[in-house]
């Protein structure tokens, strides 16, 4: 799976480029005082009795390379399955993420979007919100969610398009999403929204048929994406509004 992870409008990244949201102000990427942590007994830091030295905070770090600058060293982010992420709390008993990420100088990405109102799609409540169900697939130490079933493989009009209830971006909890980026700490950066589109229509459709689509009905796979980039176009205009001057990075990413 690939990632594009885009930084502030007019910061010099990626998403400074060609047509986008409306930018979120970076911060400087000069040094700034901030607490380096002491270690304490069960091998993670705190602030108590802490020497004060002068680098960049996490955030720092990623904004000063979004820019084009030269961070103090170079920012590292973290992703894990569940039980890798577990194990390690126990191994290096640490009670959370952010006890993780100081304790291995790691300047983890905080990961804030709205929540979804809508829980299941209308008449399944197995399915999303997209009428896609998963099923959990172990693989010795651990699990994957698979997708147990693809809604649109039975289309083959683009009048079955349009009737098929589409999920509304009103369906999320704002109030609650601005409340978390507000109280959100200063010193990690903010990743909000997403965008993979095509995996999604593979999930709706099937793998083959989505791939067939391309070369053989173009007219129904052009309105299915459209219909997945309206509902995320709307979903992140909203959150990064929201989130202005704090939301640093989004997601977009395919298969």
Not at 38 to 56: K, P, Q, R, V
Not at 81 to 92: A, H, I, P, Y
Not at 187 to 206: K, Q
């Amino acid at each position: 799976r690939g990632g594009l992870l885009t930084g502030p409008k007019g910061s010099g990244s990626p998403g400074s480029r060609g047509r986008g949201f409306p930018g979120c102000a970076s911060s400087s990427s000069v040094k700034r005082r901030f607490v380096y942590e002491t270690t304490l007994e069960n091998g993670c830091f705190s602030h108590n009795d802490a020497a004060s030295y002068d680098i960049m905070t996490p955030r720092d770090r990623w904004l000063a390379l979004f820019a084009g600058e030269r961070p103090d060293r170079i920012p590292t982010d973290y992703w894990a399955t569940d039980e890798v992420t577990e194990r390690l709390f126990r191994e290096l008993r640490c009670a959370d993420k952010e006890e993780l990420y100081t304790r291995l100088h790691i300047d983890g990405v905080l990961h804030i979007n709205p929540e979804r109102t809508a829980k299941h799609f209308p008449g399944d409540p197995q399915a999303d919100i997209w009428g896609i169900r998963r099923t959990a697939v172990q693989y010795g130490t651990g699990s994957y969610d698979e997708f147990a079933n693809h809604p649109l493989a039975d289309f083959t009009t683009v009048e079955e398009l349009e009737a098929y209830p589409w999920p509304s971006p009103d369906d999320y909890d704002y109030d609650r999403y601005a409340r978390e980026i507000a109280a959100a700490p200063s010193h990690r950066i903010i990743r909000s929204g997403e965008y993979e589109p095509f995996l999604l229509y593979c999930a709706l459709r099937g793998m083959e048929l989505a791939m067939m689509d391309l070369l053989v009905d173009q007219e129904f796979a052009e309105m299915a994406l459209d219909r997945i980039f309206r509902h995320y176009y709307a979903l992140n205009e909203r959150t990064y509004e929201l989130g202005r001057g704090r939301v640093d990075i989004t997601y977009v990413a395919e298969d």
